[in-house]
């Protein structure tokens, strides 16, 4: 794991605390997408940018849930990119455009339509991984996201393997 990443893990564990289910989340997120990144063989400044992205993917929900009372998506994806730009600012070590393609991923990793670049691809399939399985989803729904939005050959495996399909 490169530095800059452990440091950013450690800011968002705090950013995160008393929340472990999050920070969890997160992690795994994390790992999954680094995995299916690494096996798709995507080049190292996108594997970055995904990875940072896959940190901080869901840091807008306690606001959200501050704000508005809930934390869906929609609003995940509103409130997160400002947060993102502040812990990666304060972490130190990111480019402006490095810091953009992060807030723009963190602002659509809800949207499933018109996704663009292998960041975007893997990081909703790493989250769909991990929240079909925290979500208890049966292989049908698993089947139906599947054939839906999985597009990496490493991704659709996974899926397969994790839920038997």
Do not use: W
């Not at 795994?28 to 995507?42: F, G, R, S, Y």
């Not at 953009?100 to 670049?117: P, Q, S």
């Not at 292998?118 to 399985?133: G, K, R, T």
């Not at 050959?153 to 393997?161: F, K, Y």
Request: aromatic share 8%.
């Amino acid at each position: 794991m490169e530095r800059q990443h452990a440091r950013l893990i450690d800011a968002m564990i705090a950013y995160d605390r008393g929340d472990a289910r999050r920070i969890q989340h997160f992690i795994k997120v994390h790992d999954l997408a680094a995995t299916i990144a690494c096996l798709e063989n995507v080049d190292e400044e996108t594997v970055f940018i995904l990875e940072t992205a896959a940190i901080l993917h869901d840091i807008g929900i306690h606001i959200s849930e501050q704000k508005y009372g809930t934390g869906t998506g929609k609003y995940q994806e509103l409130e997160g990119p400002p947060e993102a730009e502040k812990l990666m600012l304060a972490t130190g070590g990111y480019t402006p455009e490095q810091i953009e393609r992060v807030k723009f991923l963190i602002g659509h990793h809800h949207t499933y339509t018109d996704i663009d670049g292998m960041d975007y691809q893997i990081l909703v399939e790493a989250d769909f991984l991990v929240n079909l399985y925290e979500d208890g989803e049966n292989p049908e729904r698993a089947r139906q996201v599947r054939k839906r939005l999985f597009r990496t050959e490493t991704g659709i495996r996974m899926l397969d393997a994790m839920f038997g399909l």
